[in-house]
């Protein structure tokens, strides 16, 4: 079996600029671009995004899928090979790796992991279909909180974390009121975030809607609205809501690694010596949102893949692999 000398996990920002990168660099990068792993489509969650109005470049903004579509055009045209299947099974111990997708074993001398991270979403039943069809249902407030149809209207944020008082804090420039439901009825949040919080409840931007789940959203196309309920006494009741934000943590898609990569505890990979990208498995990098809990933004992960194609060149060369 010929080696690779690049395989990149994953088609996302990160995954689809190391193929750019590694690709110029005649590497002649395999790009595995994933199926459905971990709820992803090739693309990786900005396939779930409606209008991209932050990543440079496009001052009229750009659809999410169509932006993926030129990462990958151009990941193609300097000669990036793609396998639309999700990887299996990484052999991370022995050399070179051997990487195992439904009808594919390759080899390669060095592997760029960018599987990203999967928003974690409620699970209630009308959840999905709203968020797909971009109907009002987001996990991401920076990615879809400035678009018109959200201006002066009352939106909502689910989660009482870091990232539900960012997103919502967020919201509340666009927004007419932003309501916080949290499960419980004190937050997880940091105590700066949270004096954040209370000095929006104060000048009346926030309102918390304590001790409630999400039992459904409701509308047809458009979401009109949560059914809540109490978690303390039961009871339901209807929000009027045009948006809704779930921000209820991330999972990380390093599940084909565990046990092997150094992870935090919540599984995103730890890369040792930053701003490199290299783990502590020599040949193994690692970009965008799998090994990022804090930025996970579109540009930063690109960023990081460019960072991860270099790395991975220089890391072959010093070898001798090139
Ligand atoms: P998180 O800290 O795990 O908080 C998740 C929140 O969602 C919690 O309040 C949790 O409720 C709630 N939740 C979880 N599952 C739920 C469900 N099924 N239904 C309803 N609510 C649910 O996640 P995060 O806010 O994304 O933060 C992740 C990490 O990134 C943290 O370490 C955070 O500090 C960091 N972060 C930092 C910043 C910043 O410093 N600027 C910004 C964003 C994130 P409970 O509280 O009841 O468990």
Redesign the pocket.
């Known amino acids: 079996m010929d080696v690779e000398q690049v395989v990149i996990i994953g088609s996302g920002p990160g995954g689809l600029t190391a193929a750019i990168y590694a690709a110029r660099a005649a590497l002649k990068p395999l790009c595995f671009e994933g199926f459905n792993a971990g709820g992803l489509i090739p693309g990786g969650q900005l396939m779930f995004t409606t209008e991209v109005e932050n990543f440079p470049g496009f001052p009229e903004g750009i659809l999410g899928p169509k932006m993926m579509k030129a990462f990958r055009d151009q990941a193609a045209r300097f000669g990036t090979r793609f396998v639309r299947e999700d990887v299996i099974e990484i052999d991370a111990k022995s050399r070179p790796f051997t990487i195992r997708s439904e009808s594919h074993t390759v080899q390669a001398h060095a592997v760029i992991l960018a599987t990203g991270a999967s928003a974690?979403w409620?699970?209630v039943p009308n959840e999905r279909r709203l968020a797909d069809s971009g109907g009002g249902v987001s996990a991401c407030a920076v990615c879809d909180g400035a678009l018109p149809m959200f201006r002066g209207q009352a939106l909502g944020v689910?989660?009482?974390?870091?990232?539900?008082?960012?997103e919502a804090t967020y919201l509340t420039k666009f927004a007419g009121k932003v309501y916080l439901?949290?499960?419980?009825d004190?937050?997880?949040?940091?105590k700066?975030?949270q004096d954040r919080f209370f000095k929006l409840v104060a000048e009346g931007k926030m309102e918390p809607v304590w001790n409630s789940?999400?039992l459904d959203v409701l509308g047809e196309k458009a979401l009109t609205g949560v059914r809540l309920k109490n978690t303390a006494t039961g009871a339901e009741s209807d929000l009027p809501l045009r948006g809704l934000f779930v921000?209820?943590?991330?999972t990380p898609n390093s599940h084909l690694v565990r046990g092997v990569v150094d992870c935090d505890e919540?599984g995103y990979i730890r890369l040792p010596h930053p701003p490199h990208s290299t783990t502590n498995i020599d040949g193994l990098f690692a970009a965008g949102d799998v090994a990022d809990?804090?930025y996970r933004q579109a540009v930063t992960a690109a960023g990081s893949g460019c960072m991860a194609a270099l790395d991975a060149e220089r890391w072959l060369a010093a070898k001798g692999l090139i």
Do not use: P, T
């Open positions: 974690n409620m699970g689910v989660g009482g974390g870091d990232s539900a008082i960012e439901i949290h499960r419980r004190q937050l997880r949040a940091s700066a975030m789940v999400v921000a209820i943590g991330h919540k809990h804090h």
